[in-house]
């Protein structure tokens, strides 16, 4: 590219049709920034999606885009990658479509370490389909499908990804700007499968589920911002920190200042550390956002290709593979 492009550049002349209000606007605003900002390529940038109100995501980038079908855009990024390792691939789904019947793929896609930038939308709803309760949604959510309340036990998205095998977790909110665009350039910049969790807000069949911890009010107390190396602090002035407490093998929230030797400081590779802080959740303790884990190791499509008797080199031409006829005689 010949000069720099502007978030601009990235917004399509698509009418974007999401209701009014709803987090996936933001989330829009802030994929278009980090796009021009980490000088992404349109010719080279694809975002793939499955079915629900955050698969319309392709429309609204001028990149090339795939809205496929309901669960199975983890197994045709697979496929995008592999054919063509220079793209940038991101995968857009929910909370339906990536955990539930596109869980299989999901979980593959995140142990084999594909190069895709996976980001799932949880608002704990399936929006698109008015308001049915998702494989998220907490015990009591009340919906057309559940009129007495849920009784499901809900998946942490996070703690999936992390009993799948992946290598980057990363968590941010819908609205939080930095914290999001952060999360994301980081994404970006990872060499093999990175899963992002954003919460995200439906404000039709969902509005404010999670507003124990993104309510302005209550932010300082019921978030922590993780950043490696630094010390795992939050609350007003920095004055709480998680400490590991050796009796109880948990985690304990401590006065910072007073116990400031006992704080923890975040190590992203660690993936008991990662286990522990994708746990908490309020009003106990604060949600972790941020990359709360992170451990290179090497890509499927490079191992593919390293193993790949034909590297990149094409060894026909489809259409001659498609008219190709093999017969059978059967007596």
Known sequence: ??????????????????????????????????????????????????????????????????????????????????????????????????????????????????????????????????????????????????????????????????????????????VDKAGLESVLKSSHEYDGASFVEIFQNCIVYNDDVFKAFTAKDKANDAQIRVEHGKPLVFGQNASKGLAFNAQTLRLEIVDAEKRQQDVIRHDETNPALAHMLLTMMPPEFPVALGVVYRQPAQSFESAFYANHPTGLKRTGRVADALRRTNTWVVD
Not at 92 to 116: C, K, W, Y
Not at 143 to 171: E, M, N, Q, W
């Open 1 to 174: 590219m010949s000069a720099q492009l502007t978030p601009k550049d990235f917004a399509t002349e698509q009418e974007v049709r999401w209701c009014p209000g709803c987090g996936d606007y933001a989330i829009l605003k802030s994929m278009t920034r980090v796009l021009a900002d980490v000088g992404a390529d349109p010719k080279n940038t694809v975002f793939v999606s499955g079915i629900g109100c955050s698969s319309r995501f392709p429309y609204y980038i001028e990149t090339y885009g795939f809205h496929t079908i309901h669960g199975r855009a983890p197994a045709i990024a697979t496929g995008l990658k592999l054919s063509n390792p220079a793209l940038d691939i991101w995968v857009v789904t929910g909370d339906g479509d990536g955990l539930s019947i596109g869980g299989n793929h999901l979980l593959h896609a995140l142990r084999r370490n594909i190069g895709l930038k996976i980001l799932l939308f949880n608002n704990e709803i399936y929006g698109l389909t008015k308001g049915q309760y998702s494989p998220t949604s907490r015990p009591g959510t009340r919906s057309p499908s559940s009129p007495s309340g849920s009784f499901d036990t809900p998946v942490s998205p996070c703690l999936f990804a992390l009993g799948a095998g992946a290598r980057f977790i990363a968590r941010a909110i819908d």
